[in-house]
């Protein structure tokens, strides 16, 4: 049971105060009036703490652009580049694939980390 549910029942309960229920939980009392808000609302269930991460994201890249030049890059680690030669700086060297789908060098990157396209920086960058 979370601590939120246990203050709202202990004050609901009549066992505590607002002030009591905070000194023993170690809370404010803003806070112990939030869960207790949101019992008035929604009951025992709508207690628990939601999470504050929005609906949506409208500068989210879409799958179909990562995929795109996920498959580009993947097209040039195999076929123009040696094993030894691992894709020098490759967020920098594809900021045009980026730039034409709306993304920069730095989304470009981080996609390609996150399917395991191996990225060095230049010689001489830390």
Known sequence: MSKARVVVLEVVGGN????GAARAYGLSRQHVHRPLKRFQGGGL????????RPN???????DEVITVIVLRCQGL???QM???ATFYNAGRSLAWLGARYGVSHTTVANALRRQGIPLRPRPGWS
């Not at 505590?16 to 002030?19: I, K, P």
């Not at 269930?45 to 504050?52: E, F, I, L, Q």
């Not at 949506?56 to 879409?62: A, C, E, G, I, W």
């Open 16 to 19: 505590l105060t607002v002030a």
């Open 45 to 52: 269930d709508a207690v628990n703490p939601h999470s504050r």
């Open 56 to 62: 949506s994201n409208p500068r989210t890249v879409s």
């Open 77 to 79: 680690t195999g076929e």
């Open 82 to 84: 040696t094993e030894a």
